[in-house]
């Protein structure tokens, strides 16, 4: 949250009759078609509920059909926290009824607040996520309102739910589901940069994806291995691509020249290694409570994991293995809340993105910052001599070093030398 923009907001009683009225929910299942084996009207008297009215379950309960004059238990039930949208109620003698779809009802006793435990004080600041139900009580009743996404709230107090859920009190006994909100952090960047997660970063890409002409990464790099081929730079060239189609011949596979999992398994690697180096995100080591300072720290503490490891062309995975420059930071990125999209580490192994920190310098999301005002954190991109692209990127400790990777390893090294000197600019993630 950026302390400087972010209006605090108490949802109270009054604030919640203003709200616009609530877009429609959605129900978690289909209720409305009716049960063809029954043929018996409704119950006389029903009345109509107002649009969009959700009822929940405080406990599972069972799904019931209206028979010759009485309210019969289906197969179905429904479980403890599902929430659904009612169209009528019925109230008889003894009983009130509420009518979830064509001859499908739930009893009034199965609704209502949902034990929990006892509330935690707490004051920080959520942004809905998706369309959030607001509740008088953990989904005691509903209020009728709901929370529009992208909205801010300050939560007073938080518990958890008898069917494990957890539920954030937005002030006077006003509850929305964890679910439909995210924490913010009490540290963030201004709105126009990369924005601070306080929770855990997620890969964005397709996890398992096959290897063809051109693709980069670790899945590359031990494919070369077992091919026999040069590795110190890998990408998967024509002479791979040609030694795959002679395998797949071999073993009777189709001839795509292309690595997929069958093939991956049959050179003797694991199915589980084929997702999983996809889909690695350093955890995350932040949290909403962070300051700057431990943010930074985050980032350079997961760089250093990495010390030692090989400098591996469009790798960006975890620390058994090594990275490139750019997979480096971003995996780095990550264990701090920053997730620098559209770059990711699964794109990065695909072909024409190994110029990832060519791609983060662009970005719009990191501030830029004079090189004489370079501070612990921040990312310094280099450019090629002999065309003036950027092509590297390192992370500055301080006192003139980076920790970086940079043929042929991950390691400290002076921001300047003579390896690589001609510096772009400065980035800031962390501002």
């Known amino acids: 949250?950026?302390?400087?923009?972010?209006?605090?907001?108490?949802?109270?009683?009054?604030?919640?009759?203003?709200?616009?009225?609530?877009?429609?929910?959605?129900?978690?299942?289909?209720?409305?078609?009716?049960?063809?084996?029954?043929?018996?009207?409704?119950?006389?008297?029903?009345?109509?509920?107002?649009?969009?009215?959700?009822?929940?379950?405080?406990?599972?309960?069972?799904?019931?059909?209206?028979?010759?004059?009485?309210?019969?238990?289906?197969?179905?039930?429904?479980?403890?926290?599902?929430?659904?949208?009612?169209?009528?109620?019925?109230?008889?003698?003894?009983?009130?009824?509420?009518?979830?779809?064509?001859?499908?009802?739930?009893?009034?006793?199965?609704?209502?607040?949902?034990?929990?435990?006892?509330?935690?004080?707490?004051?920080?600041?959520?942004?809905?996520?998706?369309?959030?139900?607001?509740?008088?009580?953990?989904?005691?009743?509903?209020?009728?309102?709901?929370?529009?996404?992208?909205?801010?709230?300050?939560?007073?107090?938080?518990?958890?739910?008898?069917?494990?859920?957890?539920?954030?009190?937005?002030?006077?006994?006003?509850?929305?589901?964890?679910?439909?909100?995210?924490?913010?952090?009490?540290?963030?960047?201004?709105?126009?940069?990369?924005?601070?997660?306080?929770?855990?970063i997620k890969p964005q890409g397709t996890v398992g994806y096959n290897l063809r002409l051109g693709s980069e990464g670790i899945k590359t790099w031990l494919t070369l291995w077992w091919l026999g081929l040069n590795r110190s730079y890998a990408n998967l060239n024509q002479t791979a691509v040609n030694k795959i189609k002679y395998y797949q011949r071999q073993w009777h596979m189709p001839v795509t020249g292309e690595v997929d999992v069958n093939f991956w398994t049959r050179m003797g690697f694991s199915r589980n290694e084929w997702f999983a180096i996809d889909s690695y995100v350093s955890p995350l080591l932040t949290n909403a409570d962070s300051t700057r300072a431990q943010h930074i720290e985050a980032m350079i503490q997961t760089a250093y994991k990495y010390i030692g490891k090989p400098y591996i062309v469009g790798a960006s995975t975890s620390p058994a293995y090594g990275t490139d420059c750019s997979g480096l930071v971003m995996q780095a990125l990550y264990a701090s809340g920053i997730n620098p999209l559209p770059s990711s580490s699964i794109r990065h192994a695909q072909p024409g993105y190994e110029w990832e920190s060519r791609n983060l310098w662009a970005n719009a999301g990191l501030k830029k910052v004079p090189y004489a005002q370079r501070q612990r954190g921040d990312l310094i991109f280099y450019r090629d001599t002999s065309n003036g692209l950027i092509w590297h990127v390192a992370i500055y400790l301080g006192n003139n070093q980076v920790i970086e990777s940079w043929p042929p390893k991950i390691m400290v090294q002076p921001i300047v030398n003579s390896q690589r000197s001609w510096i772009a600019g400065v980035g800031r993630p962390f501002i």
């Open 1 to 200: 949250m950026e302390k400087r923009k972010l209006v605090s907001r108490w949802l109270t009683v009054a604030a919640i009759a203003v709200m616009a009225a609530a877009p429609v929910l959605s129900t978690p299942a289909t209720l409305h078609a009716a049960d063809s084996s029954v043929g018996v009207a409704a119950p006389p008297t029903l009345e109509k509920l107002p649009a969009k009215y959700i009822v929940g379950m405080k406990h599972d309960a069972p799904l019931y059909q209206y028979q010759d004059g009485r309210y019969v238990s289906s197969s179905r039930t429904l479980k403890i926290g599902s929430t659904w949208q009612a169209f009528s109620k019925t109230t008889g003698t003894d009983q009130t009824w509420y009518q979830l779809g064509n001859n499908q009802w739930v009893n009034v006793n199965d609704l209502g607040e949902m034990s929990h435990s006892a509330p935690q004080t707490v004051n920080y600041t959520v942004t809905v996520t998706a369309a959030a139900p607001l509740w008088t009580g953990v989904q005691g009743q509903y209020t009728g309102r709901q929370l529009g996404k992208g909205s801010r709230w300050k939560v007073t107090a938080t518990t958890k739910a008898a069917n494990g859920s957890q539920w954030y009190e937005l002030g006077g006994n006003q509850w929305i589901n964890a679910n439909s909100a995210q924490r913010q952090s009490s540290y963030q960047n201004p709105s126009q940069y990369w924005q601070i997660s306080a929770t855990q």
